[in-house]
């Protein structure tokens, strides 16, 4: 199953500066970079034939391909000048590079690789800046049995703020944004076909497609509770670096079932 992957936006929360343009996906945890994580547990999973839409910094992802060294994260034994792995990342994966554009949406950038994904009944999709230990099978398989056109991962709300409800001017309650009966979208999407169908021209693939879909009434969630991390500013990259370096490393699942090369 084809898995597309959204990495060509500006990142504006995650840069240094204006002369920074190394993309979101493209930033570290560990030794690899966020983009390396994601399609790791996607493959891990047996989904190896990614389409990386491309856009700004679109250099960074080539070269870190390009020039991609196994050493960097697998155990290995070097003998007389000679290198031999003793497992590996990427040997199986099959990648297609497509620049999507430096400005567009993400659902223009969806649209643009349409015709990669064309011969896939069910395609995945992701924003490649999100870390979780999800049961990806378990949401295929509940989507393939649904009536619907899309399904998206949803997580409780995130926030650290309290909501407070008033009466007038008098406080009635003070609760946890996360204990809220409301759900947030969670970037993983399992989709269809008829996702295109309701796909404007630089139209987004929440608002406008899967807005669609949910007043149609063929939009179906995957609820999740477990570990699910953004990295949307440095501050969440931070945490996932210092999560990696500590050895608690929930979004990691490859590690239990390591292949040896």
Known sequence: ????????????????????????????????????????????????????CLGYGARHIKDFFLTYTETASNDFVMREGRVDLLATDISDWSITFVHTGVESTIGERLRRVRD????????????????????????????????????????????????VELEGRQVRSISPASRLPVWENAGFFVLRQEVFDHLPENGDLVEDACGTLAEKGRLVAYPHQGFWQPADTFKERAALDAAYDSGARPWMLWEKTRVVA
């Not at 992957?5 to 030794?31: E, H, I, S, T, W």
Request: glycine content about 8%; overall charge negative; proline content about 8%.
């Open 1 to 52: 199953m084809k898995v597309v992957l959204f990495c060509g936006g500006y990142g504006m929360r995650m840069r240094n500066g204006p002369a920074d343009d190394v993309p979101k996906p493209m930033q570290l945890v560990g030794p690899r970079p966020l983009l390396w994580h994601v399609m790791r547990y996607y493959a891990h999973f047996g989904h190896k034939d990614f389409v990386l």
């Open 116 to 163: 990669y994904v064309a011969d896939e009944e069910i395609f995945l999709a992701n924003y490649a800046d999100v870390l979780t230990d999800a049961p990806l099978d378990e949401m295929i398989t509940n989507f393939a049995g649904a009536d619907a056109g899309a399904s998206m991962m949803v997580v409780p709300p995130q926030s650290t703020f309290h909501c």
